[in-house]
């Protein structure tokens, strides 16, 4: 990583302005139901605590559309957060004039002491990245951190403007130890694999996944592809399946990337349908020639599963990004159950293994495994672009080394 990082800089006693990312999901009661993001950001936090710097954060939580919305308010992160740091942490009341709080934060940033601002997205600035807002936000401190790799992809003020105006005000913007943990470990996967190097790709349409199998199909030893983009492949490959995910307009992509990939890309050989999308629904283990017409696919099947398990713990270095099937609904979390422990038994020999962000990350999660990988991104949207080869706007903001 080219960038300067939170040890490049004396924070000492200073005011230090960190964008997290506290988008945690909520029940109907507003409690947090995943913590991780909170947790992720805890070592950046606790560093410039040790050093009693005065710490201001800041994030976005929802979609409140430019609006102060109680709903989205982030008192229960700074609740969450302050039983975790053993510390209060004083949440700015949002007002019309000033819907983030900022002047209530400028006030009340004392050394030692842990301050945050409202919701980013309670104003519209945000998200137009209006200079005016940005530099309200690089008033506030002497140091601004990034430490919110999943808003990184993001042009918004309180990631790339307030970054962009620090520099021009002199002072420095850096990242902070999760920002730079996720970009070693998805950099060093991109640009010096140890082989071999085998990417797994899941989720629902392959018009998601157009340009990370673009930049990766070049790279990759091995890409292994389910979920229910890999009937779409199927589908070019003139197979007939029946009622499963059709992506229409990726079809002459899929017949392009099978040539260009031949003995790269592995599909599913067998996989379990149902006929319907329901969890109850009766289903059947089938080749993936034979799926009946009024049937769709919901799984990867086992053959297929022994197959991908085989490749996987064979490898040095996995990405993975989307889930085998309909992990979501237990008959057909099978499949993605089975990767996620093959890349649990890789990591064991030795493998570096990486989690994309979004459904990756929640069915590792969900299934126990998340203590057996490498590495799990937190951020979906910002590691699908990384691994498209993109330059994330709130990294190239910040100094450079």
């Not at 940005?134 to 970054?163: C, I, K, M, P, Q």
């Not at 990417?199 to 890409?223: C, H, R, S, W």
């Not at 070019?236 to 899929?254: K, P, R, T, V, Y």
């Not at 994309?356 to 126990?368: H, T």
Request: aromatic letters at 6%.
């Amino acid at each position: 990583m080219n960038k300067k990082t939170i040890k490049d800089v004396d924070v000492s006693g200073k005011r230090v302005l960190v964008r997290v990312d506290f988008n945690v999901p909520q029940d109907e009661t507003g409690a947090i139901t995943d913590d991780r993001r909170i947790e992720a950001a805890l070592p950046t936090i606790q560093y410039l605590l040790e050093r009693n710097a005065a710490v201001i954060l800041m994030s976005h939580l929802g979609r409140p559309k430019g609006k102060i919305a109680p709903k989205y308010s982030l008192a229960p992160a700074a609740q969450r957060l302050g039983e975790k740091i053993g510390r209060e942490v004083a949440l700015a009341s949002a007002t019309e004039d000033d819907p983030l709080g900022t002047s209530e934060a400028a006030n009340a940033a004392a050394p030692g002491q842990v301050v945050m601002l409202e919701n980013t997205r309670f104003i519209d600035g945000e998200e137009t990245n209006d200079a005016d807002l940005s530099a309200r936000l690089a008033a506030l401190a002497d140091v601004y951190v990034n430490d919110a790799f999943g808003a990184a992809h993001r042009a918004h003020a309180s990631t790339e403007g307030v970054a962009v105006v620090m520099r021009n005000m002199q002072k420095s913007a850096v990242a902070g130890f999760l920002l730079q943990k996720e970009i070693d470990f998805l950099g060093r996967a991109l640009t010096s694999p140890e082989r071999p190097f085998v990417a797994i790709l899941g989720g629902a349409k392959v018009k998601d996944k157009i340009p990370v199998i673009d930049n990766l199909l070049p790279q990759v030893d091995k890409l292994l592809i389910g979920g229910g983009m890999a009937y779409t492949f199927y589908k070019a490959n003139g197979l007939e399946i029946g009622q499963s995910l059709l992506d229409e307009g990726s079809m002459e992509f899929c017949r392009a990337a099978l040539t260009q990939g031949h003995g790269k890309i592995e599909l599913p050989n067998d996989c379990v349908v149902a006929d319907d999308f329901n969890n109850d629904a009766p289903r059947q283990t089938v080749k993936v020639a034979e799926i009946p017409a009024d049937y769709q696919g919901m799984d990867i099947g086992p053959e297929t599963v022994q197959r991908f398990s085989d490749v996987i713990v064979g490898a040095k270095t996995v990405i993975w990004n989307g889930p085998m099937g309909v992990f979501e609904m237990s008959n057909f979390a099978a499949g993605t159950r089975a990767i996620a422990e093959a890349l649990a038994r890789a990591t064991e020999n030795g493998a570096t293994t990486i989690v994309g962000g979004g459904d990756s990350a929640a069915a590792v999660e969900q299934l126990g495994f998340a203590d057996r990988m490498s590495h799990i991104s937190t951020g979906g949207g910002a590691s699908l672009e990384f691994l498209e080869g993109k330059e994330l706007p709130g990294v190239v903001a910040l100094d450079d080394k």
